[in-house]
């Protein structure tokens, strides 16, 4: 199992908010969320198949999860699968940087936040039927913001903690153009906070302070799509 905490609780955070604001078949989401762990997991595998000079049953493992999660998805949405097709460039995308330009890079780590929180999209259409790109954008916005706190964590410099400022006045125009409630993007406080002063802590602790930053803002997702 791939003991890459973070990338689990961002695509389960994603993936219940997406299940969470539906009207539709619970159901079917938790389905889509059985489904998006089997591709999550298939990162272990992959990395593997790189480490181990290309051995062929990592490539095997990695092929028999995806068949595996993409089998679940059209069992559960039918033909309607293919309306999800256009998103498959951004995994795809983010396999090849994480292959060829590596996994730290920062154009590889804000892919992979784009595509663990396509979670939110996926679950909300296998509920629903529905693409809710506004969603996923708002989702994806939270969440690439933890990106550029860990650098700043790590002591990399000002210009990361501009760039911190920076990230989350983009996330506040981004949200007033889709029109979700600013009060969504409350948790991004801690953010500003960290920028002016960055406090030192473990990196285990940031850790948990992002996921509970997480939960509260699904918790004022759900409020939004169910209440306002």
Known sequence: MLKEYGSWSVMLISALTGLFISNGSHIKGISAILALSLFTNSKLVLTSWRREEYHKKYLLAFILQISAGVL????????????????????????????????????????????????????????????????????????????????????????????????????????????????????????????????????KVIGWIEVLKGIIFLLLMVFYYKFV
Do not use: C
């Open 72 to 203: 679940i998805l059209l069992f559960i949405t039918g033909e309607s699968l293919i309306k999800l097709l256009p998103f498959a460039s951004i995994p795809l995308l983010y396999l090849l940087l994480l292959l060829f330009a590596g996994e730290h890079r920062i154009y590889t780590e804000i892919t992979g936040f784009a595509t663990l929180t396509l979670s939110s999209l996926i679950v909300k259409f296998a509920s629903t039927g529905i693409i809710d790109k506004t969603l996923y954008i708002a989702v994806a916005v939270f969440f690439i913001a933890g990106v550029s706190k860990v650098r700043v964590q790590l002591g990399k410099g000002l210009i990361w903690r501009i760039l911190m400022i920076l990230y989350t006045a983009f996330s506040l125009f981004i949200y007033h153009y889709i029109e979700i409630p600013l009060i969504v993007l409350l948790p991004l406080l801690d953010n500003l906070i960290f920028s002016i002063m960055p406090y030192r802590i473990k990196l």
